[in-house]
């Protein structure tokens, strides 16, 4: 590719460190010598985590909105070339305008191939196919070489082309499992695509702070409490992205709506098995109620809207206001005030209002500001999930200790030293640990009539 010998070395995810300002945070009194989600080191990884993924989940949905023609086809390509733009100006901030350019050049080609892909696919056209995979794996060849020479080898070549091409495999072999009607194995990697961007993210981030101490103040992107801030946003923001689709699904009879259903059920049952593994199996049963209650509560929605019964789709917003008041309330008495009911509140309610948003522009097929709503919330959970992680590590400092700084650089540069990582157990083992011993009530989910 002609762009790589142009290219300037430069840490090109260092420009991402965006502060995010968590209307869930409090300050109660954190210190650099105590363990902490809010650091420059932290937010990079967040800021990371947050584009590289959305990047996946939007590949993923354009891909498939593609494959079936799709009234919304621009508009999820719209949201993806959006992204770019996120990450493009990101850079020219920092390097001017021709780093900027170059960089969104690299960008939009590995993206271009993937439409290509595509393409191919729906006019049956094997040797463009095959093209389009040749030119991904130029593409993998290449970046890597680059990143290693950015980060100064801190990343290593071959192990970052293992890592893209992980990457590769995971977005084509969703496509290509949900062309085969094989949606079950479809989302499976979708999420699995998701999944591996945060650890993409976990690995530059740690590779970058380690290049660049002065420029994220001596911080580290991998220590126990950011394993769990990033824990948390990938987990949130997936949950908003499947439920998105989910919904879309559900409005349109998609024949892949019980596999999009079933993928959000597991996003549920990741944080489920991991309260059933501390508590059992009846603190388990009780998160996955509450969980799944809102969630219902959105199904209702759509299958109101469905039906045209303006009275069901007001009553799964009483349900959803419902929900809202109690979680907040909880999580204010479970942390200890350290979490606020009234901004937790607000906070909530921009999340059911975000997906209720996107739903509705979707049904009403205007499908920019669909997209423009799927994006506002997908970007949201980040703030849940610095707020909580933060109110938790200042609760319980003893628990994110870091005793030891790590000493060498990850060689994958996708995964960090897995060493660092903190089960994201934690967080919820804390939270139901409080609930029981405080008497919090959870009201349950309005039964239908």
């Known amino acids: 590719m002609d762009w790589k010998k142009g290219l300037l070395i430069v840490p090109i995810s260092f420009s991402l460190l965006i502060p995010t300002t968590g209307a869930f945070a409090d300050d109660h009194g954190n210190h650099m010598d105590k363990p902490t989600v809010e650091t420059p080191a932290a937010d990079l990884r967040a800021d990371l985590g947050h584009l590289l993924s959305e990047h996946a989940y939007l590949a993923v949905e354009t891909m498939r909105k593609g494959a079936e023609g799709s009234a919304d086809f621009e508009a999820a390509a719209g949201a993806l070339n959006e992204n770019t733009e996120d990450l493009s ?114 690995g530059f981030s740690s590779a970058i702070t380690d290049q660049f101490p002065d420029k994220f103040d001596n911080t580290k992107a991998v220590t126990p409490a950011s394993d769990l801030r990033a824990g948390l946003g ?34 549920t049952d990741d944080l489920t098995a991991a309260i059933t593994s501390v508590y ?82 979707y049904t009403a097929e205007d499908y920019e500001a669909a997209y423009d709503s799927v994006r506002e919330a997908y970007a949201h959970m980040y703030k849940p999930a610095k707020g909580l992680s933060g109110a938790f590590v200042n609760q319980f400092p003893d628990k994110f200790a870091m005793e030891a700084m790590p000493t060498d650089m990850p060689k994958t540069g996708l995964g960090g030293t897995a060493e660092q990582q903190l089960p994201i157990e934690w967080i919820l083992a804390a939270v139901l640990a409080t609930m029981a011993a405080t008497g919090v009530v959870v009201r349950r989910k309005m039964q239908k009539n």
Do not use: C, P
């Open 89 to 202: 100006a990101a850079i020219t901030s920092v390097y001017g305008e021709e780093a900027g350019a170059q960089f969104n050049e690299i960008w939009s080609n590995h993206i271009g191939f993937f439409v290509d892909y595509v393409k191919a696919t729906d006019s049956n056209d094997e040797e463009a196919k095959q093209k389009a995979l040749d030119n991904l794996a130029g593409y993998k060849e290449d970046f890597s070489k680059f990143i290693e020479s950015a980060t100064g080898e801190r990343l290593e070549a071959e192990t970052l082309a293992e890592g893209l091409q992980a990457h590769i495999d995971q977005l084509i072999g969703s496509f290509d499992s949900y062309v085969a009607g094989d949606y079950e194995m479809a989302y499976e990697k979708e999420r699995e695509a998701i999944g591996h961007m945060h650890m993409v993210a976990k």
């Open 234 to 267: 990938h987990l949130l923001s997936e949950h908003a992205g499947l439920a998105m689709m989910t919904m879309q699904n559900g409005i349109d009879g998609s024949e892949d709506f019980d596999a999009s259903a079933a993928a959000l059920s597991k996003n």
């Open 280 to 361: 059992g199996e009846e603190a388990g049963n009780q998160f996955k109620e509450m969980w799944s209650g809102h969630i219902g509560n959105f199904v209702e929605y759509v299958q109101a809207t469905g039906a045209e019964d303006e009275a069901a789709k007001e009553k799964a917003l009483e349900a959803l206001e419902a929900y809202r008041a109690d979680f907040s309330s909880f999580l204010e008495t479970a942390t200890e005030e350290r979490l606020e009911a009234g901004a937790l509140s607000e906070g909530l309610q921009m999340h059911v209002n975000q997906l209720v948003a996107a739903f509705d522009s």
